[in-house]
């Protein structure tokens, strides 16, 4: 259930109870604004520059994703850049899926975290299976470079 199912963790309607933070990655030069409910300390905004541009995302009705699983997800995002473009997410059914590699490894990371599984990269192969280098094409392509500077 989401917020309105009145899920435990549910981040509430925020009644003005809400905490910004100032963040940075460590050494890095980009700040980013996240607010978080004051009750649950669940994320409800997070605002940070994006190649010259400010986006702003927020992430609501905060719920569970599968029976098989307590962890909680936003199941809406919304994505809003100063330059536009609007996105919205909204999930709707989550399945929690262990890959192999992490499965095999799974009670010596439980063993050695004091009973919590700690994740692990998949391994993942230099190129998807799916693609291939063609030599017989010219390496030259056009481009368009955006107001961003995105090529």
């Known amino acids: 259930?989401?917020?309105?199912?009145g899920h435990p963790l549910g981040a509430g309607d925020g009644g003005g109870s809400e905490i910004a933070l100032e963040?940075?990655?460590?050494?890095?030069?980009?700040?980013?604004r996240l607010a978080v409910c004051a009750q649950t300390w669940l994320p409800l905004e997070l605002t940070l520059p994006v190649c010259g541009d400010i986006e702003k995302s927020?992430?609501?009705?905060?719920?569970?994703?599968?029976s098989q699983c307590d962890v909680v997800y936003p199941?809406?995002?919304?994505?809003?850049?100063?330059?536009?473009?609007?996105n919205e997410y909204r999930a709707h059914v989550g399945q929690l899926l262990v890959p192999p590699t992490v499965q095999s490894s799974a009670s010596s990371n439980s063993a050695a975290s004091g009973g919590l599984d700690l994740f692990q990269l998949p391994t993942v192969p230099i190129s998807p299976p799916d693609t291939r280098y063609d030599a017989d094409v010219s390496p030259s392509v056009g481009f368009?470079?955006?107001?961003s500077g995105h090529i």
């Open 1 to 5: 259930a989401g917020m309105d199912g």
């Open 23 to 32: 963040i940075r990655l460590l050494e890095g030069r980009v700040k980013a």
């Open 58 to 66: 927020t992430y609501g009705d905060w719920g569970s994703l599968g």
């Open 75 to 86: 199941l809406l995002v919304k994505q809003v850049a100063s330059g536009g473009g609007d």
């Open 144 to 147: 368009t470079q955006a107001r």
